[in-house]
Nanobody
Framework: EVQFVESGGSVVQPGGSLRLSCVVS??????????MSWVRQAPGKGPEWVAA???????YYADSVKGRFTISRDNAKNMVYLNMNELKFEDTARYYC????????????WGQGTQVTVSS
């Protein structure tokens, strides 16, 4: 089965920065040719797509994070990253990486996720 292992989340102050990492394994698809996304979910809410990166390196962002977050990937390591800057209270959520686009990634499968809490 496909596995996603996210890491890097923590408690940070507003305006702070974090770098999230995701390592992918056990896939039946070609990682380097597959779009990857970051999805987040706050308590009591449904999943919210955050960012995506195509196999060719094109990036896409939700309006809420545009200009603050940067998604990247390292195909040699089967990894996806999310650099988060200027964090806001609204960014508090559990973050997951997943295969696919803004639409398909929200359906999973996901890993265990990593918690990001923005608090003063």
């Amino acid at each position: 089965e496909v596995q996603f292992v996210e890491s890097g989340g923590s408690v940070v102050q507003p305006g702070g920065s974090l770098r999230l990492s995701c390592v992918v394994s056990g896939f039946t698809f070609t990682f380097s040719n597959t779009a990857m996304s970051w999805v987040r979910q706050a308590p009591g809410k449904g999943p919210e797509w955050v960012a995506a990166i195509s196999g060719g390196g094109s990036t896409y962002y939700a309006d809420s994070v545009k200009g603050r977050f940067t998604i990247s990937r390292d195909n040699a390591k089967n990894m996806v990253y999310l650099n988060m800057n200027e964090l806001k209270f609204e960014d508090t959520a559990r973050y997951y990486c997943a295969r696919g686009s803004a639409i398909t990634s929200k359906a999973g499968p996901w890993g265990q996720g990593t918690q990001v809490t923005v608090s003063s």
